[in-house]
């Protein structure tokens, strides 16, 4: 591959003949991670060259004008014109590189520098399949890795939008991804995950473990009543958290999921609440309606009206009145 280039000679080429590479697979760039590299480029210069190829454009009335394409570099370049370097230090290639050659240098560039998002990377991987009708094992011996790892990759781009922008984003990790990819036929409990991922920030191995419960109860649901069922249902809404009944030959048992002690603080407190507001429920009357009519009569126990309780407490006041005794 040396042979490829110019005598491995190294050439100072201005930036703004520099035009990006069309196969990029890297598609986002952290602004201050540029603004870090663009002010070492100032203090020491670009340390490593950019790798380019060169092309002759025949303009009218103007002659040849020699310009060159991006193959390995951009971030580098990026930063460089943030510096406000006038030219840059490159390998020139020499003859036509095809486009999947730009493609796979791009992608081996980013990848031997860790400099791809997962999702960046699927992309890419997927071009190279679709585009350029490479098989996954094609792909690996290109990229350095197993047929396994390529095909895990693309298995990523299976996910809704939103998860994969949250990948991205570095939200959640690839590890994050096994678990979701487990419930692609169950797209309501593969929302639920995600949120909870994300809400309580589980961990790889927590996140598994609810895909795998979520694949249990999936067989163990057919065996509950659809009164049980929507028991369950309610418990879950009320209490924010997974709840599943297991049902036995003699009763069953409740289990609550929590994540946290301030997470099962919130469900303590929660059916505190619930059980306060059952006990209010019972002593208090209820809005609208009217008091008892009777009270126990504390001679006899039975039970006596309203107006007759207040009569014979005024004869007993009237009985210790001072208008009874006389001197």
Do not use: C
């Not at 006038?86 to 081996?108: F, N, Y």
């Amino acid at each position: 591959m040396q042979s490829q280039y110019q005598g491995d000679s190294i050439f100072w080429v201005e930036v703004d003949r520099i035009k990006p590479n069309p196969f990029q697979p890297r598609k986002t760039f952290d602004e201050a991670a540029l603004l870090s590299l663009a002010e070492s480029i100032r203090q020491y210069g670009v340390l490593q060259p950019l790798t380019v190829t060169r092309k002759e454009i025949e303009r009218p009335e103007e002659g040849i004008y020699v310009e060159y394409e991006l193959i390995a570099g951009e971030r580098r370049l990026r930063a460089a014109r943030l510096a406000g370097l006038l030219q840059v230090p490159a390998v020139i290639r020499t003859g036509e590189d095809s486009d999947r050659m730009k493609l796979e240098l791009a992608i081996i560039e980013n990848l031997q520098r860790e400099d791809l998002n997962v999702v960046d990377r699927a992309l890419a991987f997927e071009r190279l399949t679709k585009e350029f009708g490479l098989k996954h094992i094609e792909v690996g011996k290109r990229v350095g890795k197993s047929r396994e790892y390529v095909s895990n990759t693309l298995r990523i781009l299976m996910l809704p939008q939103d998860m994969r922008d949250a990948l991205g984003a570095g939200e959640i990790t690839e590890g994050h991804t096994r678990p979701l990819l487990m419930l692609m036929d169950r797209t309501e409990e593969q929302k639920v995950l995600f949120k909870e991922i994300i809400t309580k920030r589980l961990t790889v191995r927590d996140s598994e473990q609810l895909a795998r419960r979520v694949a249990v109860e999936r067989v163990r649901k057919t065996d509950l009543t659809p009164e049980l069922l929507l028991l369950e249902r309610e418990l879950t809404e009320q209490l924010g958290t997974r709840v599943r009944i297991e049902k036995k030959d003699q009763g069953g048992k409740v289990l609550i999921d929590f994540f946290s002690v301030e997470d099962l603080a919130h469900i303590r407190s929660m059916l505190s609440k619930e059980r306060e507001a059952m006990a209010s429920a019972t002593v208090m009357p209820q809005s609208g309606e009217e008091a008892p009519a009777s009270l126990p009569d504390t001679a006899s126990g039975e039970p006596a009206s309203v107006e007759a309780a207040a009569k014979e407490k005024k004869e007993e006041d009237d009985l210790y009145s001072i208008n009874n005794f006389s001197l």
